[in-house]
């Protein structure tokens, strides 16, 4: 054995009995990923409380919407959602809708009768019950705004905020997070409803 390969066996052996380094090495392996799992657990944390804030201030303001009157102050009721919202979400943003129906079971696509089995509706062909009567299919025949008296209503706000670490747009994810709060009710009875009774249209 030369005694260059001695001092090469010396070396190699030498290098794999040196653990100087290796804490730096783990160190840098491991700790991207439990920054990574940080920010992902703080970012569902986050989410998860303003949804609760959310839900809260909208099932809140639902019930504020179903007195007589309140139609008109739709925007002073989403207000007052927001206003909740934005106590933990600085620049949060949303928009909001409301539509009305005659009573729960009118929420939803218009029935029909599903003359091929398809299950879709086919205008030429299928015969459905018009339940706001405007004589067409509607897959949703509510009728924008809070309605009147006895009513139902669906109120749904969606809200915009910018996320809290940069880690979903690495996976490509938007960086403005969506949230939608949601709840249906029934307006007081503060006076009689104006009802009307469905029919049946079949195509001609």
Request: aromatic residues 8%.
């Amino acid at each position: 054995m030369t005694a260059a390969l001695r001092l090469g066996i010396g070396f190699t052996q030498r290098l794999a009995r040196d653990t100087r380094g290796l804490a730096v090495i783990e160190f840098a392996i491991v700790v991207p990923v439990m920054l990574l799992v940080i920010m992902s657990l703080g970012e569902l944390t986050y989410q998860g409380y303003v949804q609760s804030v959310l839900t809260g201030a909208v099932q809140k303001a639902g019930r504020d919407s179903t007195i007589q009157g309140a139609g008109t102050q739709t925007g002073q009721i989403d207000t007052v959602v927001m206003q909740q919202v934005l106590q933990i979400s600085k620049n949060a943003t949303y928009d909001s809708k409301r539509s009305s129906y005659s009573n729960f079971s009118a929420v939803g696509p218009e029935p029909f009768v599903d003359s091929n089995n398809n299950g879709v509706y086919d205008a030429g062909s299928d015969c459905f019950t018009d339940l706001n009567g405007n004589g067409t299919w509607d897959a949703d025949p509510g009728t924008s705004g809070q309605g009147g008296a006895n009513d139902v209503t669906v109120y749904t706000i969606h809200v915009y905020y910018p996320r809290l670490f940069p880690i979903a747009t690495l996976i490509g994810l938007s960086s403005t997070a969506t949230l939608t709060g949601m709840t249906v009710l029934k307006n007081q009875p503060w006076a009689n409803q104006s009802a009307y009774t469905p029919k049946q249209i079949c195509p001609k």
